[in-house]
């Protein structure tokens, strides 16, 4: 995540840096268990009133332990870093760009005499965002998969999205994407990464610009879901989006020395996982597994939450060895590691997307 | 020649006048429809604010971080004061609509294993949860859902539906057998009606 301008007392409070903080302030009260003695979630409006300003003084007193809070949230800053130490390196890099385009945006629109508001402020935001982009360009080589995460860049997408969730499926009456369309949108976050053009395609689309309704009638156009279902073919869906998916076979229990595969798999590419949160093994969804770590953890994208989740091969960290794959997923949301935060996710196939 | 200009002036002038009309017009549609999840459902009047109001209750679900905020209010347009429960549910939880007085959540995020909640708001609790493949079908007073039996068939066990078990092969799905059974509102159990269909597993 990031803002462009400072947040809080005094501050240009502009919107959408507002709404940023304060989710990030709720997100918080879960984090940290001092914060949430002395803060209750507030409304994400974009409106920095007298509550926001105080969460952020009472977050700077409790969490960053200052004697003297400025009650401000500024770009880069501690108390920024310090409220957005959980967001996976891609999922920044994604918002990141977005906020670059947007003060880019607006730069040739003042050019092109369209901005009615001052240049200095344009520029500063422009170069805010370059001096943040250039830092994440150095972060980038930190990615223990070796990817180039800044040329590719993954899309975190929900399903539920106002944009696209009450979207037909296919060729469904009833079913939308928002309901039941975990592995559509999985494909459409990992074609954001790796996808490229086929002739489904709508002119002028490219793959960072995809989003679930483009993938539905893409997928719709190439035949891939069944008459008058919503029920797709992956490895179709795959190639539609111009990538090699290998299945791993239909679901069943996967055997704990399937990892290695999954592994090799995220080394060149991603892992589009089936799994089972509920009850048994059969596989009720599916998630987009993006890198493994150096910490021998995971870290995917769960469609139903749009959210990076860092992924562990046991509850606690302890290294606990399963007979079958089993995944401990936490987001940042879900801190700290109680039995009720953590999500298990039982993986019965695997689709490898290269 | 001029003829021809004038009567393409007319329609120009016709079309115009149209297509003022339809501006006019619509700001006054009705309030967007809630559809229902599955059949015999209650629809519901949906609203600007996330509201979805029914005949007797409106709901709200708000997305928040990693799951929904789900208010109850007595009566329509989700008015505060008139709030009777306010919850938390997952997200993968859905509004399917109404049902003789409860609120149907489906939950769920894909084809399979898929669970409906009759939450019945008077007492601020579930009634009755069943997990379904397939559509459930909502009776007058009773609900028909297929449960999987785990088994996989022939194209012989699945008559009646040899195009789509060919449809299914062709698309590289996994094939079940499902079983009938009933859920009776008024006996509040559940009965094994022991018809079977064939269902598909992405």
């Known amino acids: ?354 | 020649m001029q003829n021809k200009f004038e009567n393409f002036k007319s329609w120009y002038v016709f079309s115009f006048f149209i297509l003022l009309s339809s501006i006019s017009c619509s700001s006054e549609e009705p309030a967007p429809l809630f559809e229902a999840l599955f059949k015999n459902l209650e629809n519901g009047v949906g609203s600007e604010d996330e509201c979805v109001s029914f005949q007797d209750y409106s709901i709200r679900m708000l997305y928040e971080d990693i799951d929904y905020s789900f208010e109850v209010f007595a009566g329509k347009m989700c008015s505060p004061k008139q709030e009777l429960v306010k919850s938390r549910l997952p997200a993968e939880a859905l509004l399917a609509g109404e049902w003789r007085g409860f609120i149907v959540i489906d939950n769920g995020t894909g084809s399979a294993s898929r669970r409906v909640s009759l939450f019945d708001p008077s007492k601020m609790k579930n009634h009755f949860e069943f997990d379904y493949v397939d559509n459930p079908i909502f009776n007058t007073g009773s609900i028909d859902f297929f449960s999987s039996k785990g088994k996989i068939p022939n194209k012989t066990e699945c008559p009646g539906q040899y195009d789509q078990y060919d449809e299914w092969k062709r698309l590289q799905f996994g094939i079940e057998i499902a079983v009938k059974n009933r859920y009776s509102l008024e006996k509040n159990e559940t009965i094994l009606l022991g018809q079977t269909k064939c269902i598909f597993i992405e």
């Open chain 1, 1 to 354: 995540m990031t803002i462009l301008k400072m947040v809080g007392l005094n501050g240009p409070n502009i919107h959408g840096d507002v709404k940023v903080v304060q989710s990030l302030l709720n997100k918080a009260i879960t984090t940290y268990p001092k914060f949430k003695q002395v803060q209750v979630k507030i409304e994400v409006d974009g409106d920095c009133g007298d509550l926001t300003v105080a969460s952020i003084e009472k977050f700077q007193r409790k969490v960053m332990k200052f004697n003297s809070p400025d009650k401000r949230v500024e770009p880069g800053r501690d108390t920024w870093k310090k409220l957005n130490n959980n967001i996976h390196m891609k999922a920044q890099i994604k918002n990141l760009s977005i906020a670059q385009k947007t003060s880019v945006d607006k730069f040739v629109s003042w050019l092109d005499g369209g901005l009615s508001s001052g240049l200095i402020g344009v520029v500063d935001a422009f170069i805010d965002d370059m001096n943040s982009l250039l830092k994440t360009f150095s972060q980038s080589s930190l990615d223990p998969t070796g990817k180039n995460a800044v040329s590719g860049e993954i899309t975190s997408l929900r399903q539920g999205d106002k944009q696209w969730g009450k979207t037909k499926l296919g060729n469904s009456k009833k079913g939308t994407i928002h309901g039941y369309g975990c592995a559509l949108v999985s494909l459409t976050m990992a074609a954001t990464y790796m996808g490229s053009k086929t002739k489904h395609w709508p002119v002028n689309m490219t793959p960072q610009k995809l989003t679930p309704i483009v993938t539905n009638d893409i997928f719709k156009k190439a035949g891939l879901f069944a008459s008058s279902s919503l029920a797709l073919h992956l490895v179709g869906g795959a190639k539609a989006l111009g990538m090699e998916g290998k299945d791993s076979g239909i679901g069943a229990k996967m055997k704990s020395s399937a990892i290695a595969k999954i592994n090799n798999g995220l080394k060149n590419g991603l892992i589009l996982a089936h799994v089972d949160y509920k009850k048994d093994w059969k596989g009720d969804h599916w998630i987009l597994l993006t890198d493994k770590n150096s910490d021998g953890s995971y870290s995917g994208i769960d469609p139903a939450y749009g959210k990076t989740l860092k992924l562990f091969t046991s509850p606690d960290d302890a290294g606990e060895k399963h007979e079958y794959i089993l995944l401990y997923g936490r987001s940042a949301s879900m801190e700290p590691k109680t039995p009720d935060n953590v999500k298990t996710y039982k993986v019965v196939r695997f689709i490898t997307l290269k």
